[in-house]
């Protein structure tokens, strides 16, 4: 006889994940998870860094690692002795010094004025290993942007909060989300899990739950998700209260093909129960004219009072 197989639905989150009134994802998709005890040289990773950076903190690390091996190569150079590059105007040593910096800069980058130049084996030498250097550095750097460029990556927008609204005869949870680029998105899939604790345990549950509709074929507008909290849902009869004391958690995963890289893309978000309002609806961003319909991607977050259905 086959043993039974135990079905688990935790997303690989753990079901003590967030336990103590903590997210298992944040708001940007993040997860909130820190590991500790990790080797040096197994935990850090250049490539994901410097991908995964922000384009500010990126081309702060090139401007450095440009800026420290012009330092590193004028320093060997000044060590060997200025007299063995020609053009130089001895002036004072801080003077001299940045005359190699600038020297430096052109050999690494192989622009070369000519007014200084190399004489002898050694200086000669110094100058060949920099241009080497230079060539696969700035061969890197070339790589590394265009990997950030050409990245699929979207940076969908959702509503800061979601509301427990008035729906059809019942009430349901919602959310907005939107897609604020030009790129197009197409079969665009969403899946809803509600995280809450078990009644008088640390240990918790994770629900799917159903939505009014979990696939839609174009994105060219907004989208409210909506979860209808029927007989059948694990929303059904749980108080705001509640919601709060089983330290709920809501995680949004979304999937979507992007035309402009050809492949598919992802996004997380996640709501907790201070972040959602009840007795509200959100309203009304889409406007509709001759030139077109028109999304206020501003009001995403506006909602207004809504009497919920008994």
Same mark, same amino acid.
Request: aromatic share 12%; charged share 20%; hydrophobic share 45%.
């Given at each position: ?77 000044? $060590? ?42 050694? $200086?000669?030498?110094?100058? $060949? ?50 897609? @604020? ?24 549950? !994770? ?10 074929? !174009? !994105? ?13 849902? @694990? ?20 999937? $979507? ?15 907790? @129960? ?37």
């Amino acid at each position: 006889m086959a043993a039974n197989k135990e079905q688990f639905n935790d997303l690989g989150l753990g079901a003590r994940a967030s336990a103590g009134q903590f997210r298992s994802l944040n708001k940007d998709g993040s997860f909130n998870v820190t590991k500790a005890n990790v080797p040096f040289f197994e935990h850090f990773n250049i490539f994901h860094t410097l991908i995964s950076m922000s384009w500010s903190r990126f081309f702060g690390v090139i401007l450095l690692g440009y800026f420290v091996l012009n330092l590193v190569f004028a320093s060997v150079y000044t $060590a060997i002795g200025l007299e063995h590059l020609t053009g130089i105007e001895h002036t004072t040593l801080a003077g001299d010094f940045l005359e190699a910096f600038f020297f430096s800069a052109q050999t690494i980058t192989t622009l070369g004025y000519g007014r200084v130049a190399p004489m002898g084996l050694v $200086a000669n030498s110094v100058a $060949a290993i920099e241009s080497m250097v230079g060539l696969l550095t700035f061969a890197l750097a070339t790589g590394m942007l265009y990997g950030r460029f050409s990245k699929p990556s979207v940076r969908m927008r959702y509503s800061d909060h979601a509301v427990i609204a008035p729906y059809r005869d019942i009430n349901g949870f919602m959310f907005r989300v939107i897609n @604020p680029q030009g790129d197009e998105l197409l079969e665009v899939e969403v899946n809803v899990t509600l995280s809450m604790k078990r009644p008088g345990s640390e240990l918790r549950d !994770f629900h799917f739950l159903d939505l009014e509709r979990k696939h839609i074929v !174009f !994105f060219p507008s907004v989208w409210t998700v909506v979860h209808p909290i029927d007989h059948t849902s @694990p929303l059904h009869g749980v108080t705001e209260t509640e919601l709060m004391e089983k330290d709920a958690e809501f995680i949004v995963m979304l999937k $979507a093909f992007n035309e402009s890289f050809s492949q598919t893309v992802y996004s997380r978000s996640s709501y907790k @129960p201070s972040e959602v309002r009840w007795g509200e609806k959100f309203a009304g961003i889409i406007s509709y004219g001759t030139d077109g319909i028109t999304v206020d991607v501003a009001r995403i977050d506006e909602s207004e009072k809504a009497a919920l259905n008994a």
